[in-house]
């Protein structure tokens, strides 16, 4: 099994669980957006460093000759291509494509791509949102790459017959995943808390999005793997709940002991949407999908895990303490 971008959030959860399974498990990531100590030390996993635009570090990781691929490698995520839209199109545009073109030369037996339905759906109004109808209304370039990954996936899939399955994931969230500039908002809201900061909302609080625990979405990318008869398709991986923000945050303050409340913040230019809900009965019906995690137990494992990964997380220059910037807090470390 190969995973690119293995030693992110959703990649480190699912190496453990391959690894688990009694697979043997290479890696390919730069560490550009995650820590080392992200990955598992384990006699079947094997490390890569690389960059997948880099044709050598590619030959590297595809030299065992994996049968799955998991391609989970991307610069992450809206911000950050607003930012950096040229290096968000090399990425997840021309990376993607090199990943695929090299997938296919290997005759890999399954390749799952994973997508976003944060963004392949744009500031579409319906409630769920179903796999069978996209959108052309994009607001970022993460938003068009992604976009660009799936036509790759469906243009090689008909030109090569590339067996590719294509995951669009929803919000995830849970342990191994670090906060950051450009990180999701769980992990960010935990790290603010956690040094006794108020939590910044961007809009009204009353956005709603469908927040998904990591372990579901592993799930869920293994049944993309091995489910037959599901190439070229695409499948939404969501809890198929809705959260205010609002609420989110208010659930993380108390959850850290934090009572230095919410403060809202303007809305970024290119954040549409108010609302977002997928729809998982395509997932459920044709892969067996059925996410197990409520909200509140998967935010009770992201509290346990930042307290137990404190010190590292500290010690990290990348991280340090969060910007005081909306607000001045004092800093402690959390009990687990």
């Not at 990649?11 to 690894?19: A, K, V």
Request: proline share 7%; net charge neutral; glycine share 10%.
């Amino acid at each position: 099994m190969l995973v690119t971008g293995g030693a992110g959030a959703i990649g480190s959860n699912l190496c453990r669980r391959l690894l688990g399974l009694g697979a043997r498990v290479i890696v390919l990531d730069d560490l550009s957006a995650s820590v080392p100590w992200n990955l598992p030390s384990h006699p079947r996993l094997a490390f890569v460093r690389g960059d997948i635009l880099h044709r050598d570090a590619l030959e590297e990781a595809f030299a065992p000759d994996p049968t799955v691929v998991f391609h989970l490698a991307a610069l992450f995520a809206n911000q950050n291509s607003v930012e950096h839209p040229e290096e968000d199109l090399q990425v997840n545009g021309l990376g993607t494509l090199r990943v695929f073109r090299r997938c296919a030369a290997a005759g890999v037996r399954r390749v799952v791509f994973a997508s976003s339905g944060c963004s392949i759906y744009g500031d579409r109004p319906e409630r769920p949102l179903t796999e069978d109808l996209v959108s052309l209304q994009l607001s970022t370039p993460y938003q068009v790459t992604k976009m660009l990954g799936e036509l790759y996936a469906q243009q090689l899939r008909h030109q090569v017959g590339l067996p590719v399955v294509v995951a669009r994931l929803f919000n995830s969230f849970g342990p191994w995943d670090p906060p950051g500039r450009y990180r999701n908002v769980i992990p960010n809201f935990f790290w603010r808390a956690l040094h006794g900061l108020p939590l910044p909302i961007t809009g009204t609080g009353d956005e709603t999005r469908d927040f998904t625990y990591v372990d579901d979405v592993v799930d869920g990318l293994l049944r993309c793997a091995s489910t037959p008869g599901v190439e070229g398709e695409a499948f939404n991986l969501a809890s198929g709940q809705e959260t205010r923000i609002g609420d989110l945050a208010l659930r993380i303050n108390a959850l850290c002991g934090n009572d230095a409340g919410l403060v809202q913040l303007p809305r970024r230019d290119w954040d549409t949407k108010t609302t977002l809900l997928a729809s998982i009965d395509k997932a459920r019906d044709r892969l067996g999908y059925a996410p197990t995690w409520a909200l509140q137990p998967g935010l009770e494992q992201c509290r346990a895990w930042f307290g137990e990964h404190w010190d590292r997380l500290a010690r990290d220059p990348r991280f340090g303490a969060p910007s005081t910037a909306v607000h001045a807090g004092t800093s402690a470390a959390p009990t687990a």
